[in-house]
């Protein structure tokens, strides 16, 4: 059986006696003539002149009311599917919805994406914040490429692997899975991840909204008013759906008293009411929704995985007018017009089961673990900045993270490659490399001692962030159906009897089956043995180069002086040991950038509680909330380090009709070709407004020569957000614009503009 039938019923439940196919008006189905009778009708509908959404709600008419019912669900039973999913049933298929045997309908097959497909044995790319890194939207529509090859080899028609929401507090456990804090970057990327998946199967963008905590995210209420909600928390996601995303994720968080799953503010008024969405809108896992009938009117259209709350409680409130069929129709039409308009794409050609983990794959992972690299410190010793370091050198590679696969969260973006190549993998090919784990500090130095240059591999694992996989209100677990239904059980259990074996990597060998714990970061900095590690290898070496593995900022201020080389390198997937030798040993020249800002303290962040009732988010976080207090970062927001030097030379600015249009330029001032992140900053006419990122762009230099750089801008990305009108103001007045290489950079080029 093919994967992607795993969680599929073999037939579909039986139609209600007598109705046939049946349109619904107010809460009563009435009898109509069917337009189109199957999807294959619908299809044909659509290549003769009908929109997807006319065949879609012809074809909704065929169905019987058990048939529309269906469809609102995923369609596996829940307790026999938490079983399977507690057996490491996560990577084994897709999660399939909305399949209708007998019309043909094929539905959806779930499957998780963020760094590669997590069904089988995939490439694992770095995480999304990694590709943050590299402020590059071209390379990372090709990762986005890449993924959607290899789950569209999988089975997988859906992916949930756009995560835009923006890095609010680098304690988020899933940091890792989105791009940064700044929601014109993350949007950019996320737009380009949408592109490049698009080729090959639909993808959703998730979680709608204010989902920027773990520990608390069944519970926690968000508090957020107008100007900040669209400001900052939505404007990433109405990129990706102006880039035309197939689906929106609801979050499981309640945003201003009501659960995201049912607030209708968010799914219909903005989503689709301001921002004209025709896609359809699924839930988050298991507990995405507290109320069947409010989450059908308020605008979500499948409760995934399984058949949950709705196949227990909605049949009861259509029965008593608590819901309404009219929208259990447009519901199931959102799904299947969305079907119609992607069917060439999922209609087409299966990639062959060797572009999973190809090496064409491979290679991209490498350059993007290198691109990600962000160099923060690189200081001279002995009249030499110690990076690069020479390939000839003996190296003492330290950290028991150095010669560990670290991945990052072992939660639902978790991809189970068996070829992943660690940081002494890596660094090993290229120089004579000793290997200490750092258990004895002692030994550790001693062993640093002895070597030309010393490599000290410390940060973050599964066990100090992720996804949330703990203890919820027991109380959810009642709105579930008691039992599963017989037929549907025994479909489904018939069915994942037949599935292909995936091979469990051995890494993964003391972990239990399922997901880890994750959550939210308790430790923002170093663990206390890693510092002493650091500090015993630089003192026993000066030449010594601190690589921090993590999924956002790792604050270092005690520690920092004492070293004279620190990168970031993120977690770099499958070749995150090749990817980042390449950077050190200078055969890549670093051009990661800070995608969040380092502070100096934890006092300098807005607050944070893990276990939090509720939360009130603002316009202030990362950079903007560092600028307003007056705090001075550790590492600015887009900064990096490279192995050359550059300067912005003079530059000019002015408006032409709805645009902006910045002209500059970049010198390479050192003495080796490279490339520089170019920033546009814009400070508003409302004083009171944190300033905008509002462009970028990656310029590359070749030594000793300058290259012209140019942004244009949209006026309306300018705009601030009325709250009385419910609507955005165009911009007016005078703005300051700054050409820069990082958030708040000193020698960045002021322009004074009218609009």
């Known amino acids: 059986m093919n994967p992607s039938s795993a969680h599929e019923p073999n037939d579909v439940p039986p139609a209600t006696p007598g109705l046939g196919p049946v349109a619904a008006t107010g809460g009563h189905p009435q009898r ?118 290899e789950l569209q080899a999988a089975g997988a028609t859906l992916t949930g692997a756009v995560c835009v929401n923006v890095l609010r507090h680098p304690a988020w456990g899933r940091a890792q899975e989105t791009y940064g804090e700044d929601p014109f970057h993350v949007g950019e990327l996320a737009a380009a991840a949408a592109r490049g998946l698009q080729r090959h199967v639909m993808a959703c963008v998730k979680h709608l909204a204010c989902n920027s905590m773990e520990n608390a995210r069944f519970s926690v209420d968000v508090e957020v008013d107008e100007v900040a909600l669209h400001e900052v928390f939505l404007p990433q996601f109405r990129r990706v759906v102006d880039e035309g995303v197939a689906s929106v994720m609801s ?53 995934m995985p399984y058949r949950m709350v709705r196949a227990s409680h909605l049949p009861v409130a259509l029965e008593e007018g608590r819901a309404s069929w009219d929208d259990v129709d447009v519901a199931v039409a959102r799904v299947v017009a969305t079907l119609l308009r992607f069917d060439d794409v999922l209609a087409g050609p299966v990639p062959p089961p060797d572009v999973v983990g190809s090496p064409e794959h491979r290679t991209l992972a490498r350059e993007v673990a290198a691109r990600s690299v962000v160099v923060l410190r690189n200081e001279p010793v002995g009249g030499t900045p110690v990076l690069p370091v020479d390939p000839g050198s003996r190296l003492a590679v330290l950290g028991r993270l150095a010669s560990t696969v670290n991945l990052g969260d072992g939660g639902s973006s978790d991809v189970w490659d068996l070829a992943c190549r660690t940081v002494l993998d890596g660094l090993a090919v290229v120089a004579d490399a000793v290997y200490d784990d750092g258990t004895d500090v002692g030994h550790a130095a001693a062993v640093a001692a002895g070597a030309d240059a010393a490599v000290v591999v410390v940060g973050c694992t599964h066990l100090d962030e992720g996804e949330f996989i703990g203890a919820t ?84 201020s005690e520690w920092v002086r004492d070293v004279p080389a620190i ?121 009171d407004a944190p300033a905008r990122l509002v462009g970028f762009r990656r310029v590359e230099v070749p030594v000793g020569a300058e290259v012209a750089v140019a942004l244009t801008v949209p006026v309306d990305r300018l705009a601030t957000r009325d709250p009385e009108a419910h609507a955005w103001r165009s911009p007016a007045g005078h703005h300051r614009i700054v050409l820069a290489r990082f958030a708040g950079d000193p020698d960045g080029v002021a322009l004074d503009v009218d609009l």
Not at 119 to 127: E, I, M, Q, S
Not at 515 to 542: I, Q
Not at 612 to 623: E, K, S, V
Not at 655 to 682: C, F
């Open 473 to 556: 209100d027991p109380s959810l677990g009642e709105l579930f159906p008691e039992v599963d239904e017989p037929d549907v059980a025994e479909r489904f259990t018939a069915a994942i009897a037949e599935l292909a074996p995936v091979v469990k990597p051995l890494r993964l060998a003391e972990r239990a089956a399922g997901f880890s714990t994750g959550g939210d970061r308790s430790l923002l900095r170093l663990h206390p043995g890693d510092v002493e590690l650091v500090r015993a290898a630089a003192a026993a070496n000066p030449r010594t180069v601190v690589v921090l593995q993590g999924g956002s900022a790792i604050l270092a």
């Open 251 to 303: 979050a499981y968080n309640s945003v201003n008293g009501e659960w995201c799953g049912q607030n209708r503010e968010l799914l219909t008024d903005v989503l689709r009411g301001e921002w004209g969405f025709t896609g359809f809108v699924i839930s988050d896992w298991i507990f995405g929704l507290r109320d069947a009938a409010a989450s059908l009117a308020a605008g979500l259209d499948i409760e």
């Open 567 to 687: 990168v970031h390198a993120f977690y770099g997937g499958c070749e995150a040991g090749p990817g980042l030798a390449d950077v050190l040993f200078g055969a890549v020249e670093p051009t990661g950038r800070l995608p969040f800002s380092v502070p100096v303290d934890e006092a300098d962040l807005p607050p944070f509680g893990r276990e939090a009732a509720t939360a009130c988010y603002d316009r202030w976080h990362g950079w903007w909330h560092l600028a307003r207090n007056g705090r001075a970062p550790l590492f600015p927001f887009g900064y990096g380090l490279s192995y050359t030097t550059f300067a912005l030379g003079e530059a000019l600015a002015w408006v032409d009709r709805d645009h902006l249009e910045v002209r500059g330029s970049v010198r390479n001032t050192g003495d080796r070709d490279g490339t520089d992140v170019v920033q546009l900053y814009a400070e508003l006419s409302d004083a």
């Open 32 to 149: 109509i003539e069917p337009v189109v009778t199957t999807f294959e009708e619908a299809r044909a509908a659509v290549r003769a002149g009908s929109t997807p959404e006319e065949a879609a709600r012809g074809l909704v008419a065929a169905l019987s009311l058990d048939e529309r019912l269906w469809c609102l669900d995923g369609d596996a039973p829940t307790w026999a599917g938490l079983a399977f999913l507690a057996e490491d049933g996560y990577h084994r298929a897709p999660f399939a919805a909305a399949r209708v045997e007998r019309v043909g309908l094929p539905g959806i097959a779930f499957a998780d994406g963020p760094r590669g497909c997590v069904v089988g044995n995939a490439t694992c790319f770095p995480v999304a914040m990694a590709r943050g890194a590299t402020w590059d939207p071209a390379l990372e529509e090709r990762v986005g490429e890449a993924i959607g090859r």
